[in-house]
């Protein structure tokens, strides 16, 4: 660190106070450490403005010395490659700290939930410190705001059309005597994200109004199905609009968009996120909800093949219950024959790593997995997993009337057999996504 040139701070300090700033973004993406939500009020939000500004103000004195710059962004490279570094920061630069009220404007307005009075706070900050900005070279400050609104608004900067992607922001070039701009920035970062809350609306109203339409097709197939004496076909039908309703459930829709964003991050990080959710463990609902979530963290990428798979080789000719069951069984033997190294290798790292988190958390908790999702389970458990081994032992077990530790159906006490029960359900499922048209790799 040889050529950093600053008169009043030190390459060192200038770094500390960009993580602190860091954790300021983090906060302003919605959420603490924690987990919980994270309050902004006008006052806090104008404080981090003023660091915001702290730092165009030093970035503006060093504009003109290129190896300072060139190496500081040395210094926030070497900082934003470690593991432990938020991976929604990595791009982190000299250019975002110039910008940096609209960088920290653009995580405030993409906070989730976006409530009411988070908007309120939002534009009351920004307002102030346009404002202020105004005061300091205009007598007439208010007039001149005003003004300036009015002629953005007739110049149809304010419309849809012409609002810019968030990422384009910083790239902005605001032509007036105020080099950033916070109201305007802020009017067009709400009218966009309300535009894409509206488009995902739409969206959600179509899932729910398909669902509902190929449930009620599949339930008159199934009625159809009865009436033709086919009753193995009437409980295919039953668990298929189950199944059908759990992939395409909003919940569950929402869970796999989580799911994708934080399995995108390196494992120490979003492993850290499950760790702090641990307080929370001994709530039994609590815990299947981070089981629930991790599973579907397995899939995330390839969810839409799932459901591909799901649609193709559920609708095959209803098959015997003893079939579904050898099936299961063979697929158990293949796993044995097989070596697991090459089975692997199908399967992302990523995958490797959620089923080696998963395994540990687990461990002892084998009939957490019966509390969820027949068709979860069975489509995020890759064979070559030790997991899949004991939960597809465990219900082959259970379907030849075997003492086990869990029971999800009340065949056996009753003397009845196997045939609509939960068990059947969960074998029914591994068969359709790891045995139907093995050919087909998912």
């Not at 504009?63 to 570094?85: G, W, Y």
């Not at 189950?242 to 395409?248: G, H």
């Not at 044995?336 to 395994?359: A, P, R, T, V």
């Amino acid at each position: 660190m040889g050529v950093w040139s600053h008169p009043e701070i030190s390459l060192e300090e200038m770094l500390k106070l960009i993580k602190g700033f860091v954790d300021i973004l983090i906060l302003a993406s919605g959420y603490q450490s924690s987990g919980h939500f994270a309050h902004w009020d006008p006052l806090n939000i104008k404080k981090a403005f003023q660091w915001a500004l702290f730092f165009e103000n030093v970035l503006k004195s060093i504009d003109d010395n290129q190896d300072s710059v060139n190496e500081l962004d040395a210094a926030i490279s070497e900082l934003t490659s470690n593991p432990h570094f938020p991976q929604g920061l990595t791009h982190l630069s000299s250019a975002t700290l110039s910008k940096a009220r609209v960088f920290i404007l653009e995580h405030l307005i993409r906070t989730l939930p976006m409530r009411d009075s988070h908007i309120k706070a939002v534009l009351k900050a920004t307002i102030d410190m346009d404002l202020e900005e105004l005061q300091k070279t205009e007598i007439n400050y208010l007039d001149v705001y005003i003004d300036k609104l009015k002629l953005q608004n007739e110049e149809g900067i304010m419309d849809f059309s012409s609002i810019p992607c968030p990422d384009d922001n910083l790239h902005v070039k605001v032509e007036n005597d105020i080099k950033v701009d916070l109201t305007t920035f802020a009017i067009q970062g709400i009218k966009k994200r309300q535009l894409a809350v509206s488009l995902v609306s739409s969206i959600e109203t179509s899932v729910n109004v398909l669902a509902k339409t190929i449930t009620q097709v599949n339930s008159n197939d199934g009625l159809l199905h009865e009436e033709q004496n086919h009753p193995t076909a009437y409980v295919w039908n039953h668990w298929r609009t189950r199944t059908r309703s759990y992939l395409l459930d909003k919940r569950t829709i929402r869970l796999v968009s989580g799911a994708r964003m934080i399995f995108s991050a390196p494992k120490v990080q979003w492993a850290q996120v499950f760790e702090h959710l641990d307080i929370s463990k001994e709530a039994n609902t609590n815990f299947c909800e981070k089981i629930e979530l991790l599973l579907l963290g397995c899939i995330s990428t390839r969810w839409d093949r799932i459901i591909q798979r799901f649609m193709s080789n559920s609708h095959e000719q209803p098959l015997g219950i003893s079939t579904l069951y050898e099936g299961v069984h063979n697929l158990l033997l293949e796993r044995f024959q097989n070596d697991d190294s090459m089975q692997q290798k199908q399967h992302s790292k990523k995958e490797q790593e959620i089923m080696e988190y998963l395994e540990v958390k687990l461990s002892n908790q084998i009939h957490h997995l019966w509390e969820l999702s027949p068709a979860l389970v069975a489509a995020s458990l890759p064979p070559w997993s030790r997991l899949f081994e004991v939960y597809a032992s465990e219900l082959l077990s259970q379907f030849k009337g075997k003492t086990t530790k869990i029971r999800c159906c009340g065949c056996i006490d009753d003397n009845k057999e196997h045939i609509e029960c939960e068990v059947v359900e969960r074998i029914w499922c591994v068969y359709v996504f790891h045995v139907s048209k093995k050919q087909v790799l998912l």
